[in-house]
């Protein structure tokens, strides 16, 4: 790892890729400069619900593949610590929208693997798709780095979550029949490491579900730097190519790619658009937009069926 000139302590806290985190290759540049520094992040940037849309650090892109990552990034104990810190009352409130986006993603896993088996769910949050699976049969597990979400856990649902960081946690070889990333591989910097723990821990056949923002969907186009994906919280932006690529190397074969509709409440919407603001502000208004919710098919996040080979 080069040093930059922070000093020890910078060094232990930031760190630079020197290769594409996907495929590998030495071909990388600095493809547009970030609205700030990456030093400058906070737990509170890290929040599922955070809404700072526009902000990223310096964004690298890759000559080979054309992956696009933050660079230099925050190391990973540095991140599990950030996650660790974090706290999101607005995630929960959203458990019901949330609850509708796992549906459909737990029907397919059950068509897939009918017999079922053990479950992970990595980057599990308040544990509201591992409830659901264990509903459905599954003998599931989750692991989560903020404390928050996995007391929340505890306390709401009596799930005990794995907390902490996936990649260091020891978990056993071929044991899993599923491991699911909703919306997890974009804010790690060593998507490669994880994926190719995700097929050590899977069993020959198992399924890898991974859910992710498409940067270069058609929505992501249109909105160019307001797209709400386009977040502090996310260190890298994957596509079709890019994906298939990754699970491939890591000894995945790609099932089916299709493009993810999102479910919440027109309150949550409205919160994340500022233009819906003073609307919000009525309280009488305000308790009425939670109960209406909102399917948004705007094909601008991936979801991905890879088997381990
Ligand atoms: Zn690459």
Request: contains cysteine; aromatic residues 12%; positive net charge.
């Amino acid at each position: 790892m080069k040093q930059n000139d922070g000093g020890e302590k910078e060094n232990s806290l930031f760190q630079e890729h020197h290769f594409c985190p996907v495929c590998g290759s030495p071909s990388i540049q600095l493809h547009k400069k970030g609205t700030r520094s990456i030093h400058a992040i906070q737990p509170e940037m890290v929040k599922i619900t955070d809404s700072s849309y526009g902000d990223v650090w310096d964004l690298w892109k890759c000559g080979s593949c054309g992956h696009l990552f933050a660079n230099p990034f925050p190391s990973p104990d540095h991140i599990t610590s950030l996650y660790s810190a974090s706290e999101d009352p607005l995630y929960q409130e959203e458990a019901q929208g949330r609850s509708k986006n796992f549906v459909p993603i737990l029907n397919r896993l059950d068509r897939l693997r009918p017999k079922k088996g053990r479950l992970l769910d990595v980057g599990a949050a308040t544990g509201i798709l591992v409830r659901m699976a264990g509903e459905k049969g599954w003998t599931v597990e989750g692991v989560e780095p903020s404390r928050w979400c996995t007391r929340f856990a505890a306390e709401a649902y009596g799930l005990k979550l794995l907390e902490g960081d996936f990649f260091t946690l020891p978990l056993e070889e071929s044991a899993y029949s599923a491991v699911t990333m909703i919306d997890f591989i974009e804010h790690i910097p060593h998507p490669w490491m994880v994926v190719e723990k995700a097929a050590y821990i899977l069993e020959p056949g198992g399924v890898l579900c991974l859910v992710t923002p498409d940067i270069h969907s058609f929505t992501s186009r249109i909105l160019g730097q307001k797209w709400w994906h386009l977040r502090p919280a996310h260190l890298a932006y994957f596509s079709r190519a890019t994906i298939r690529i990754l699970l491939e190397r890591a000894g995945f074969t790609i099932l089916s790619v299709r493009r993810y509709a999102w479910t919440f409440s027109l309150h949550y919407l409205m919160s994340r658009l500022k233009i819906f603001s003073f609307l919000l502000k009525n309280p009488r208004l305000g308790s009425l937009w939670k109960k209406f919710s909102v399917k948004l098919a705007l094909g601008d996040s991936l979801e991905v069926y890879a088997e381990k080979r």
